[in-house]
């Protein structure tokens, strides 16, 4: 009797592992969500295209401020010495005076040059006599040819000698070579000064010069009587100068042009010497231009995204200068291409991108 329970319950099982069975085989119901499909071993699923703005370049006229760095010179400067190696006896200029051109700074001691001189004119007055009666009796045949050119010879070797002398006591006289400040003395009065000595330097800071260095890439554009920017320190406002001239070959190290521009310095608040933060406007027809936000910085330069055929290509470039919130691009890109100027942070190089309505022109 007790085999008949057995046997129903395991009819039973059976019948509900059939009815799992069945309804696994089954299509889902309606309204149900249809399941995922399988995705092939070994392949990754596209990622969803970013949405990106982008701006078209074209060539434009811009006006560029290209920086350079540079250092203000006198416009005359000099170090004194002397021509001869004499005493110094008399100091005319004192240290910071202005000085006008020709005007004594030093003198020095010449006594055995007058000495000279006094005995010299003694020997010009007979030589010249001598000359004169010679030429006298070769008029009545008295002399000879011979006789008269030797006293004429002598007459003129001495006046030779006579003005060398002449020219060493105005080297003994040290003059002011053009207007102008003096500045530190290194000497005093009774040293024995050369050539090599030091006396004193002088300058002239009416006005300066200003040299600077500009790269190759502008050395074509640069003209005389352009008008540049500068700053100095412990000047607040920015200063103006003129291109006065520059170098008409480049810099074999540097493969740069150096440029020389004036600066008016009337109120002598500007010193030779001091370092200057120059900016030059200079004008390019077909520059190419993009945001500055474009730009995303590496280890290796800079880069941009530039859209092409749904993709974003991942460009470097080389930059120029800055012109507010654009950024000159010398290399790398062309006239028509796309940059990308949005969702950067999320762009990756080889990604789809749904280009959105280009922005306005830099």
């Known amino acids: 009797m007790r085999r008949v329970p057995l046997i129903a319950s395991l009819a039973l099982a059976g019948v509900l592992l059939a009815a799992f069975a069945a309804s696994r085989g089954r299509a889902p119901a309606a309204g149900a969500a249809p399941r995922a499909e399988a995705v092939a071993p070994g392949k990754r699923a596209a990622p969803p295209a970013l949405s990106v703005e982008v701006v078209v370049l ?9 920086p350079a760095t540079g ?3 006198a416009r ?12 110094l006896v008399k100091v005319r200029a004192e240290e910071g005076t202005r000085v006008k051109k020709g005007e004594v700074l030093f003198e020095l001691d010449v006594a055995d040059v007058r000495a000279e001189l006094e005995r010299l004119d003694v020997q010009i007055a007979l030589a010249r006599t001598t000359a004169e009666r010679q030429h006298k009796l070769l008029a009545e045949g008295l002399s000879t040819e011979a006789e008269r050119d030797a006293a004429q010879g002598r007459l003129d ?6 003005g060398v002398l002449n020219v060493t006591l105005s080297k003994s006289v040290i003059r002011a070579p053009f207007a102008g400040t003096v500045g530190l003395r ?4 009774g040293a024995w000064v050369s050539p090599s000595t030091k006396l004193a330097t002088l300058h002239d800071t009416s006005s300066l010069k200003l040299d600077f260095t500009l790269p190759e890439r502008y050395a074509g554009q640069v003209q005389q009587g352009q008008r540049f920017r500068f700053t100095v320190e412990g000047v607040g406002a920015p200063l103006s100068g003129m291109v006065q001239a520059f170098e008409p070959a480049l810099d074999e190290r540097s493969r740069s042009v150096i440029v020389r521009g004036v600066v008016e310095n009337t109120d002598a608040r500007l010193m030779p010497g001091t370092f200057a933060r120059v900016e030059l406007p200079l004008k390019s027809e077909d520059a190419l231009v993009v945001p500055a936000i474009a730009l ?3 280890a290796d330069g800079q880069r941009v995204f530039v859209e092409r055929d749904g993709v974003a290509k991942a460009v470097p470039v080389e930059i120029g200068v800055r012109s507010g919130n654009d950024v000159q691009i010398l290399q790398g890109l062309a006239p028509g291409d796309r940059v990308i100027v949005s969702n950067l942070p999320r762009l990756r190089d080889g990604q789809p991108v749904r280009v959105e309505a280009p922005r306005a022109k830099p």
């Open 157 to 162: 070797e001495l006046l030779a000698a006579r």
């Open 71 to 73: 250092t203000l010179r």
């Open 296 to 298: 995303i910085p590496g």
């Open 186 to 189: 290194h000497v005093s009065e």
């Open 76 to 87: 005359e400067s000099v170090e004194i010495v002397s021509e001869l190696s004499r005493r």
């Open 58 to 66: 074209e060539p434009r006229a811009v006006e560029i401020a290209v």
